[in-house]
């Protein structure tokens, strides 16, 4: 039998969905754990008559503490079915698998709206709405028409851990930059985020493209020559924490692209790192929770009781500590002191400011060009 530590290992590696479906599922299979789309052991069978609504989301969010309101209001947990990225979820819905809630990241509510999939979201009918930090109230996309079709729950940052006993020049806020990313003197001690969103994105940031996610052909060529030259300066392209962890902490690694869990883990270890905020902008995530427009509407009511729950000050407290990634509701901050956040990559004061400071990621306008090229890059073409 795996141990606890090996399964929380697992969840640490797919959270915000950053492993690939093939991961996934060799991942659950580590741990004893099945790849399914029915909902999780220990939950009633989704049918007709099943009082708790069913959520569609990453491995991850479904442990109790994630929803801890609703199961005191209701005496038990809601379904959830589990996938392995947002492309096997629109597939299933797309072949009929109906949700009353999922959880998707922002760059993907236009496309499951085009899909027919959201229904908008009331937010008279969440208690916790006013304490949402005011930026992420209106992040890019999750607005559409004037409604509401999305609620953000859960932010971070995609920027770079470097250890500053081996990169002390980066040490001074001042200095940080992307740039230690195409560093010549760090050459085949450096790595990327194996992914278009983190990979190719980053590039096109510390390229200045005015709008990362809508570049003309002109910014996409430049952004591809960075990519060019950087190849030969990597260790690596890398989708695995474990991996980008372990070497940061062997010294393999100066620096790597990564999330606010990375400093926190290494930290934790005693590592001497830290999680830059670079002058071109960190990247900022923002992911959360959409009311499906085929929500049974005897469950809508349990429906808001579970966003709202996942809005939870009590939640954001959990989320911050186990995953040390950023929370939307602003009463989650207090209960944390300021080296406590600064640990985790998180501000100590100013959060809105710092979301704000950030770059949100948007929908891919021209995602299949921007595919084929990052392919073609990481191929050596």
């Not at 093939?22 to 989704?46: D, Q």
């Not at 690694?253 to 883990?265: C, F, G, K, R």
């Not at 704000?356 to 929908?363: E, P």
Request: with cysteine.
């Amino acid at each position: 039998m795996e141990s606890r530590q090996d399964v929380e290992r697992f969840v640490d590696h797919m959270k915000m969905g950053k492993l690939s479906r093939r991961e996934f599922k060799a991942g659950l299979a580590s741990v004893g754990l099945g790849m399914t789309v029915a909902p999780l052991s220990g939950h009633p069978a989704l049918a007709q008559g099943d009082e708790h609504p069913n959520c569609f989301t990453w491995a991850g969010y479904e442990v109790p503490e994630m929803h801890q309101e609703y199961i005191d209001k209701h005496g038990g947990s809601p379904n959830f079915t589990l996938w392995g990225d947002e492309e096997e979820a629109e597939a299933k819905m797309i072949a009929g698998f109906r949700p009353d809630v999922a959880m998707p990241c922002s760059y993907k509510v236009q496309k499951w709206n085009d899909f027919g999939f959201l229904r908008p979201i009331d937010t008279s009918r969440l208690a916790h709405w006013d304490n949402v930090i005011p930026v992420l109230r209106n992040v890019p996309d999750m607005m559409i028409g004037g409604q509401q079709l999305m609620v953000c729950a859960w932010w971070g940052l995609t920027s770079v851990t470097f250890r500053t006993d081996l990169a002390p020049e980066y040490v001074d806020p001042d200095t940080h930059t992307w740039g230690i990313l195409w560093d010549p003197k760090y050459a085949g001690r450096l790595s990327m985020i194996d992914s278009l969103i983190d990979g190719v994105m980053v590039a096109a940031i510390y390229s200045g493209a005015p709008d990362p996610f809508n570049m003309t052909a002109e910014e996409v060529e430049v952004t591809k020559q960075l990519m060019v030259e950087q190849r030969p300066l990597l260790r690596y392209y890398t989708n695995d924490t474990t991996s980008w962890e372990q070497a940061l902490a062997s010294g393999e690694l100066v620096a790597a692209a990564s999330w606010n869990s990375t400093p926190l883990n290494l930290l934790q270890e005693d590592v001497p790192v830290a999680f830059m905020n670079p002058k071109e902008g960190p990247m900022t995530w923002t992911c959360g929770i959409t009311l499906m427009s085929f929500v049974d509407e005897a469950k809508v009511d349990r429906a808001y009781d579970l966003i709202d729950a996942f809005l939870a000050p009590s939640t954001g407290d959990f989320w911050v500590r186990s995953y040390g990634m950023g929370h939307s509701n602003t009463k989650t901050y207090e209960a944390f002191s300021a080296d406590e956040l600064t640990m985790r990559g998180l501000p100590p004061e100013d959060v809105e400011g710092y979301i704000a400071s950030g770059i949100f990621q948007a929908t891919i306008q021209n995602e299949p060009e921007l595919q084929a090229m990052y392919e073609e890059v990481k191929a050596g073409f």
